[in-house]
C-alpha cells in the first residue's frame, strides 16, 4: 500500500507565494507520474501539474508561467511552487501518483487534499 501526505496549503493574499509538499512512502518500487489536480467548490478536479519519472512536464494553461511543478526522486516527494496566485486558485489541491509495487503491481493513488485560499 502506499500513502501520499501533503503539506503546505493555506491563506495567502492575491499576488502571493505558497509551496506544496507531497510525499509518498509505502511499498514502492518505482513513481511514474507524480502531479497536482484541483478542485474548486461546485467544479471538476482538474490537472494542474503533472511530472513524469522521465522530467516530463505539463501545465494546465492557466497556471503556466506562474506554477513550477519538480520532483525529489530520492525523497519520492514532488512540489508545486505556486506564485502570483489569484482568486480563481482557490481549491482544494490534491496529489497523485502511478506507482508500481514490489509485487509488481501497478496503482493510482490520492492524497487527502490541502486548502488553498486566496483572499485579500
Known amino acids: 500500500q502506499v500513502a501520499l501526505v501533503e503539506s503546505g496549503g493555506g491563506l495567502v493574499q492575491p499576488g502571493g507565494s505558497l509551496r506544496l509538499s507531497c510525499a509518498a512512502s509505502?511499498?514502492?518500487?518505482?513513481?511514474?507520474?507524480m502531479g497536482w489536480y484541483r478542485q474548486a467548490p461546485g467544479k471538476q478536479r482538474e490537472l494542474v501539474a503533472s511530472?513524469?519519472?522521465?522530467?516530463?512536464?505539463k501545465y494546465e494553461d492557466s497556471v503556466k508561467g506562474r506554477f513550477t511543478i519538480s520532483r525529489d526522486n530520492a525523497k519520492n516527494t514532488v512540489y508545486l511552487q505556486m506564485k502570483r496566485l489569484n482568486t480563481e486558485d482557490t481549491a482544494v489541491y490534491y496529489c497523485n501518483a502511478d506507482v508500481q509495487d514490489y509485487s509488481s503491481d501497478y496503482g493510482e493513488y490520492w492524497g487527502q487534499g490541502t486548502q488553498v485560499t486566496v483572499s485579500s
Open positions: 509505502g511499498s514502492i518500487f518505482i513513481i511514474y507520474t
Open positions: 511530472i513524469s519519472n522521465d522530467g516530463s512536464i
